[in-house]
């Protein structure tokens, strides 16, 4: 074999196929090839025509992106037609919600009718804000103020006991105030008692004035039994008793009390004196002994009694 | 041919739009023969190898703006036409259902009834050889011995190494050398 496969001397290997003459067999038909580049062209013309016939053209890419564009309008028109997206509307919401919108604007404009008349200084805004702040270093300021007053440590925690300590001595004081009582209508009678013992003995007689006085008072007189000054009121009693009798036996006209020497004694005394004295020495058997007419009273021992009393006052 | 224009010239009158026609009814009459021969003995009809040869320079129209200049012109369509060769020829197989062999014996059959077959007995015997060859060493054959071509321009249109285009040219013509010598 020749080492030089280029050259046609190859055949020389092949005795069978160098006997073949080369030439092309084939045949073509006559005038094929004076034809064949218009035939070409004749069919590159029609491939032109078939790919530019419709005189249509679309955007680059467009096929490539059309199937995307297809699927995701697809998916897009079921989102918006989906029956399943589980909010639903009132029927017929849409067709009044226009009707409904004007309706409440019209309210609101009626409600609110100077709503558009508010107005703020001019800056009112840009200056709130520094303001506010300034009210409120104001307040601060106050607050400290008001908290420069101090008081003693733990006040307000021993407060509220304390007030309620001050309470319960108030009320204990109160109640023992109250633990004193007077008969009822003492007071109301008692002005009474001491007018008929004063004022109005001059309208009792001298049967009015009633020994049970100085019964009841017969520690009062026994007491006064040893005393000189009872003696000597004795002594004055007797001689004034004396000294009446004669008068009375002298004289029918009717007696002055005013004239008597009890009333010019009594009316000597305050009246506050005596209240004050009837107070501290009257007790539960005066009232019935004053109003008990019928009996005498004992002018000694009445007379030692008011005696005793003048001595004591001066 | 003796007034064939020279590839570059073609290129350059293709790319103005004024000239591109001018150029191509140059680059039709300077290489349709070659192509329509590079066809027609590898699909052996005259009518499907018309209607090829029209497809290849239809291709060649569409993409000869995008040619490259570091490569030659015509090895460029014979890829064109070789790859179309062989898509008809594999498009036949598949429409029909036909093994290879089959496939071969209906181009015998066309070959025989052709009236565009001006060979003799020899002749006819070599075409029968050629048509049991596998599609590419039929075209490394062809390209070697009809057109004459270097290896490296069949290089160049089969995207085959020199190397083995010339062991599948060897075991080619040991083929058709057997199958000539069975038939004597």
């Not at chain 2, 060897?170 to 199958?179: D, G, M, P």
Request: charged share 25%; net charge negative; proline share 3%.
């Amino acid at each position: 074999m020749k080492s030089d496969m280029d050259n046609r001397e190859w055949l020389d290997d092949y005795e069978s196929l160098k006997r073949i003459d080369a030439k092309n067999p084939f045949l073509v038909p006559p005038g094929y090839f004076d034809e064949l580049a218009q035939h070409i062209t004749s069919r590159i013309r029609l491939e032109e025509l078939k790919n530019s016939s419709t005189g249509f053209s679309v955007p680059e890419n467009y096929f490539d992106q059309l199937s995307s564009n297809i699927q995701s309008r697809i998916r897009v028109e079921d989102a918006v037609n989906s029956q399943d997206s589980g909010f639903t509307v009132p029927e017929n919401y849409f067709d009044e919600l226009g009707s409904n919108i004007q309706s409440r604007i019209t309210i609101e404009e009626a409600l609110n009718p100077e709503h558009q008349g508010f107005s703020v200084p001019e800056n009112y805004f840009d200056e709130l804000s520094s303001n506010i702040q300034s009210r409120i270093a104001i307040e601060q300021q106050i607050s400290n103020e008001a908290e420069s007053f101090t008081v003693p440590e733990n006040y307000f925690e021993t407060l509220s006991s304390n007030i309620q300590s001050r309470i319960a001595i108030e009320e204990h004081i109160n109640s023992e105030a109250e633990s004193f009582t007077v008969p009822e209508n003492y007071f109301e009678q008692l002005s009474q008692n001491i007018l008929n013992k004063t004022v109005n003995e001059e309208q009792v007689t001298a049967k009015v004035v009633t020994l049970p006085v100085a019964v009841k008072k017969k520690g009062i007189v026994r007491r006064m039994f040893a005393s000189p000054t009872f003696r000597y009121a004795t002594a004055a009693c007797f001689a004034l008793i004396l000294g009446i009798g004669v008068v009375i036996r002298n004289a029918d006209a009717p007696v002055k009390h005013d004239q008597s020497f009890l009333h010019e004694q009594l009316s000597t005394v305050p009246v506050d004196e005596i209240k004050s004295y009837l107070q501290l020495h009257a007790d539960a058997g005066d009232t019935p002994s004053l109003m008990d007419g019928g009996q005498q009273i004992n002018s000694a021992n009445l007379d030692a009694d008011l005696s005793d009393y003048l001595e004591s006052t001066n | 041919m003796s007034l064939q224009v020279e590839d570059s010239e073609i290129l350059s009158k293709f790319q103005d739009e004024k000239t591109r026609n001018e150029a191509f009814n140059l680059l039709l009459k300077k290489y349709q023969q070659k192509i329509y021969w590079h066809i027609r003995r590898m699909v052996v009809d005259h009518d499907d190898a018309d209607d090829l040869v029209q497809d290849v320079f239809i291709k060649v129209w569409k993409n000869l703006l995008g040619f490259r200049n570091d490569a030659q012109l015509y090895t460029w369509m014979y890829r064109i036409a070789s790859n179309e060769c062989i898509t008809f020829l594999n498009k036949k197989k598949q429409k029909n259902n036909i093994p290879l062999d089959d496939v071969a014996y209906e181009l015998a059959d066309s070959l025989a009834d052709s009236s565009y077959f001006n060979g003799d007995q020899a002749q006819r015997k070599l075409q029968e050889a050629l048509l049991t060859l596998p599609e590419k060493q039929r075209l490394v054959f062809n390209m070697k011995y009809y057109d004459d071509m270097k290896y490296e321009e069949i290089s160049d249109v089969l995207g085959t190494s020199v190397g083995a285009l010339k062991a599948s040219f060897h075991l080619a013509v040991k083929k058709i050398e057997a199958f000539l010598l069975s038939r004597d």
